[in-house]
């Protein structure tokens, strides 16, 4: 079984950043590619803040943050993927845009390399058909905020390899997750049960159950979750969310997946949440409440 050295990483928004981060983390070498200059700066600034904050927080020590500074490379390109053995996408959760940059790296990549895609929603088998390598493709689904939460999804698509299950497991360890093990079915596991928790908050708050206030503080101290429903909605990003929505929607045609009208207009407006500046609530430049 080929050593994992190198990871490439599609994408540099929230989940991208986060997932070169851990990896960078974990020692392995790291590039990460956006599509322009501006993407890949945030991208990079977003690593930097926390990195800094885990060193504020004695997370990790100053040399530490040195080293995992030095493993991360930053690239428009995607002519540096050819050496990697990991690729983890985490671009925008658009289906065709996803199967296009799979079949670019396909080309370019070693035959052992392994390829998942970070992606909630969207079917893993229709992302690996795009490849000539569906047993060496997998969901691998990280959480918000990445460096932090301890969970990841692997997930098996139709043509997934029992050794490329193993090895995305073992892969997922050695960043310090805890992996379990999802089918390829829209949603997974988490975001399944999550996503029309989610909705049914925006519905309750529609039908006039109670402010946003008394239900985000109704969830944490009635039910110790760590954010209130509207919190964790501005928090992922109201654009997030819908897109996820209207994927599951479709997939398993339930009205439980289905946007409720408040978000969508909500989005329309711009109103993303924490990366807008607003959304259910306002925020400022530093993504801290009003
Ligand atoms: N690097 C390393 N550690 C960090 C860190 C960083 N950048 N930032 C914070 N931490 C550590 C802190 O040191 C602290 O550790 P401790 O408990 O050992 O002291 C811990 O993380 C918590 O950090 P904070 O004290 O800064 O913040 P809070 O206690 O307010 O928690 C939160 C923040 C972790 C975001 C918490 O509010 C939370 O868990 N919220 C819910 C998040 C959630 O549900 N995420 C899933 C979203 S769904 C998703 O992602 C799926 C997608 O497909 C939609």
């Known amino acids: 079984m080929p050593d994992i050295r190198r990871v490439g990483v599609l994408g540099a928004g929230l989940m991208g950043s986060g997932i070169a981060e851990v990896c960078a983390k974990a020692g392995y070498e790291v590039v990460v590619r956006e599509v322009d200059e501006k993407a890949l700066a945030a991208g990079r600034r977003r690593i930097e803040q926390s990195l800094s904050k885990a060193i504020e927080r004695g997370k990790l020590t100053a040399s530490d943050g040195e080293a995992i500074r030095k493993r991360l490379r930053f690239s428009t390109s995607l002519e540096e993927f050819s050496s990697v053995g990991f690729v983890i996408e985490a671009i925008v959760e658009n289906l065709e845009a ?4 799979f079949k670019a790296l396909d080309a370019l990549c070693a035959p052992h390399a ?9 079917t893993i088998a229709e992302m690996a058909a795009a490849t000539a390598r569906p047993d060496r493709f997998a ?3 990280f959480f918000n ?20 299950v193993a090895r995305v497991t073992a892969f997922a360890r050695s960043l310090g997750k805890e992996p379990i093990a999802a089918r390829d079915n829209s949603g997974f ?7 029309p928790f989610l909705l049914d908050a925006i519905r309750a708050y529609e039908q006039g159950v109670g402010s946003l206030e008394d239900v985000d503080t109704g969830m944490k101290l009635g039910c110790a979750h760590p954010m209130g429903p509207f919190e964790l909605l501005d928090y992922v990003g109201l654009d997030t ?11 398993y045609r339930e009205a439980r997946f289905a946007p409720p009208p408040l978000l969508k207009r909500m989005v329309v ?13 306002e925020y400022d430049e530093r993504g801290n409440r009003k």
Do not use: Q, W
């Open 98 to 101: 996803k199967r296009e940059v």
């Open 114 to 122: 392994i390829f998942c895609s970070n992606t909630s929603s969207l």
């Open 139 to 141: 969901g691998l689904h």
């Open 145 to 164: 905020p990445v460096p932090v939460m301890k969970l990841v999804e692997v997930v098996r698509a139709i043509g997934t390899s029992d050794e490329t």
């Open 189 to 195: 596991v988490v975001n399944r049960l999550l996503v």
């Open 241 to 251: 969310v819908y897109a996820i929505a209207e994927i599951m929607f479709t997939e």
């Open 269 to 281: 407006a711009g109103r993303y949440g924490r990366k807008s500046g607003r959304g259910f609530f």
